[in-house]
């Protein structure tokens, strides 16, 4: 037996030192996995280059050790598969089991990254990366207690395969794990670009000492923001791929080509200059305000083949807002650049694919700077959607303008209300304009779905201007959804009689009366247009701009037109007597300010809304022809478009505006039977003698 023992030795020799040597290396890299992974796991957060530069070596180290497992556990098991000793054997086929989920989890996950939805791949790895040294340390103990007596004889030691050597082998594996790490950090600052300029010389500071002004944002000591730190969103599509598919068609993609605010924006630069652009494009195109273009010499977003016309409001024009500095609309915002991860902005193809493996991988701090809670707020949305003027731009005095943020601040959506008059689910505005969505995206959550970046709301207009017929589909169906709902209230006969006996509920039968109109006298007819589902004023936005109105047709029993209100004249204008929901801004002289050219604007002539939770009550009468015949039909719609016929013929002359669609809101129609008036004979009144 000791002979065959010598024999065995003999012959395993040779394969056994191969093995040693895998062993090693393999020790080595499985010390420098322990390290990286360890020290990031347990004492998160570190220093975002420290965090990153680990799991760099650490992906590195996980992609060597992965192909020196599958040569080492070959030739292990080779070797030791006919030693009878059941209890090492299955801890080390287990071991070999959970290397062997660690190995594919981490190809995983550097390929996918760490996803929500995949946050159990992530979890599973680390924990079982614990459950691996814990078998590694039950494997190697119960070898050496299992070790067989008669094996002492023949071999130096209980591990063949381990010798002094193992420690330098790791040592050396550590001091090349330093020396890779120095190299990533010394070709991360070689690989930097240059700074770049980011302002005009002799800069203009016309409203003030912020740079930014007459916008109101704001940034570290009021810094011009680097354009690479703002720009570039296509770069941020190749792992957002639903947010930026739908971004590219949304209203916010197009704030800054849109042909309408490209006519307005021109018009300011020309009668203000290129400083007073500011108050425009600090929520139109923040790309162009927070670098410093706005001053003479500089570009604003109107100018074609400019990232801030192209962008408009881009993926870090939001996602680098850190927090709101007011209420006041007019880009109230501070503005914060991202950090940088490893190799930003490198223009190497393999340090950018790199640097997005390292996003990736350690997307934390990606999501912690670029969704900080305020996001979630509609106070955040109010940001831009609120507006006003002031005397340094109008010359005139301050005058409130547009302020959707005040308008879902005084509605049922707000919980922050008396909890009576309270909407049971509080509302803010993403949840009606970035509802849940399914798409294909890093940032979806762990059903797959992510906040619509569509933005969707009532501009139907930009829709058709860019050919998106998806979105305008989406657009149509959100307005339509009976948010604001239209209702013709049953007519009344002003000839009925009235019982003043009392009649019991089971006398009901449930019907309207009466509903009947005469011939030959005049009828009145009720219309109520209710905002019970809009989280602020219908219409919202710039409504100077758009038109909401109600078209209102009656026709006798054979189709003639007996009633109308609401048409559209000959040339697309809205006939004088509709009833339209807009608002008329003036300038100083009390003359309308129709081409939107707002340093103008010191007021209002006329503003009709709805507030949210409010219905308008609306009265047309008419008079009822006696050829009509039986019955009436009545009915109503509430129809919107973005822009009003005057000012899209204006845009249109300069800028080519491909449509303005209407959209039929709400509706609603009923059927009026009609009666002869009937002869009323007036009596002859008769007086009792006094007593």
């Not at 410093?292 to 990232?307: C, D, E, K, R, W």
């Amino acid at each position: 037996m000791l002979y065959l023992d010598l024999m065995s030795v003999d012959i395993d020799g040779k394969q056994q030192q191969l093995e040693a040597k895998r062993l090693h290396w393999f020790s080595g890299l499985f010390v420098v996995l322990s390290i990286t992974g360890f020290v990031n796991w347990l004492f998160f957060p570190l220093p975002p280059f420290l965090e990153q530069l680990l799991s760099l070596i650490h992906t590195l180290a996980g992609f060597l050790f992965s192909l020196l497992f599958c040569f080492y556990i070959l030739s292990h098991f080779r070797r030791t598969v006919g030693y009878r000793r059941p209890v090492i054997l299955a801890i080390g086929l287990l071991l070999s089991l959970v290397i062997f989920y660690l190995v594919v989890s981490g190809y995983l996950l550097v390929f996918f990254g760490v996803l929500e939805r995949l946050i159990w791949l992530k979890d599973s790895h680390l924990w079982l990366s614990l459950v691996t040294v814990f078998l590694l340390f039950a494997h190697v103990l119960s070898h050496y207690v299992t070790f067989p007596e008669r094996r002492k004889l023949v071999v130096p030691s209980r591990f063949v395969t381990l010798s002094p050597a193992i420690n330098s082998t790791i040592f050396k594996t550590l001091t090349l794990t330093t020396v890779t790490a120095l190299l990533v950090l010394m070709l991360d600052n070689i690989a930097k670009p240059p700074v770049e300029g980011v302002y005009i010389e002799d800069y203009q500071y016309n409203y003030g000492a912020s740079p930014f002004a007459p916008s109101l944002a704001q940034t570290k000591n009021n810094e011009f923001i680097r354009k690479r730190d703002i720009a570039g969103s296509m770069a941020c599509i190749s792992c957002h791929q639903a947010s930026g598919e739908q971004w590219l068609a949304s209203a916010h993609r197009h704030a800054a080509d849109d042909p309408a605010y490209v006519r307005n924006i021109n018009l300011l630069q020309k009668s203000r200059g290129t400083s007073a652009t500011r108050y425009c494009e600090g929520c139109h195109a923040p790309v162009a305000l927070l670098t410093g273009q706005l001053t003479a010499g500089g570009q604003h977003a109107g100018m074609p083949g400019t990232a801030a016309n192209f962008e408009g409001v881009g993926c870090m024009s939001c996602h680098g807002i850190r927090s709101i500095t007011g209420a006041e609309g007019v880009g109230s915002y501070y503005f914060s650049p991202r950090s940088d991860y490893l190799f930003e902005h490198s223009s190497n193809p393999v340090l950018s694919f790199v640097n997005e493996q390292l996003i990736k991988l350690r997307p934390a701090l990606h999501k912690q700077e670029l969704l900080p809670g305020v996001q979630k707020t509609s106070q955040y949305c109010g940001s831009c959607h609120s507006q006003f003027m002031d005397k340094s731009m109008n010359n005139w005095g301050w005058v409130k303008m547009q302020d959707e943020y005040q308008a879902w601040a005084a509605s049922k959506f707000n919980r922050g209300k008396e909890a009576r008059l309270t909407h049971p689910e509080n509302k803010q505005c993403q949840d009606c304009h970035m509802p849940k969505v399914t798409g294909q995206d890093m940032a979806a959550d762990s059903e797959g779905k992510i906040n619509s970046h569509y933005f969707v709301g009532a501009n139907v207009m930009l829709a058709r201007q860019f050919g998106n017929e998806e979105l305008y589909q989406l657009t149509v169906d959100f307005l339509q959804q009976d948010k604001v709902n239209l209702t013709i209230a049953p007519p009344k006969d002003k000839l009925s009689r009235q019982s003043f006996f009392y009649a019991g509920s089971e006398q009901s039968t449930g019907a309207n009366y009466p509903v009947a109109f005469y011939r030959g006298e005049q009828a009145q007819i009720t219309l109520l247009v209710s905002n019970h589902g809009v989280g602020h004023n219908f219409p919202g936005g710039a409504i100077a701009l758009k038109e909401a109105w109600i078209d209102l047709d009656i026709y006798d029993g054979a189709g003639l037109l007996v009633y109308s209100r609401g048409d559209l004249l000959a040339n697309g204008e809205i006939e004088p007597l509709a009833t339209v929901y807009k608002e008329v801004a003036i300038d100083r002289f009390g003359k309308e300010v129709w081409r939107h050219d707002l340093f103008d604007i010191v007021g209002r002539s006329y503003l009709n809304v709805i507030p949210s939770g409010s219905t308008d009550i609306v009265k047309f009468e008419f008079d009822i022809p006696d050829w009509a015949t039986s019955p009436l039909s009545i009915s109503a719609t509430l129809k919107l478009r973005k822009l009003n016929q005057k000012y899209h013929d204006w845009v249109n002359e300069q800028e080519e505006v491909k449509g303005n669609p209407i959209v039929d809101i709400a509706r609603d129609a009923i059927k009026v039977p009609l009666s002869q008036a009937p002869v009323v004979i007036a009596k002859e009144k008769r007086h009792l003698p006094m007593q």
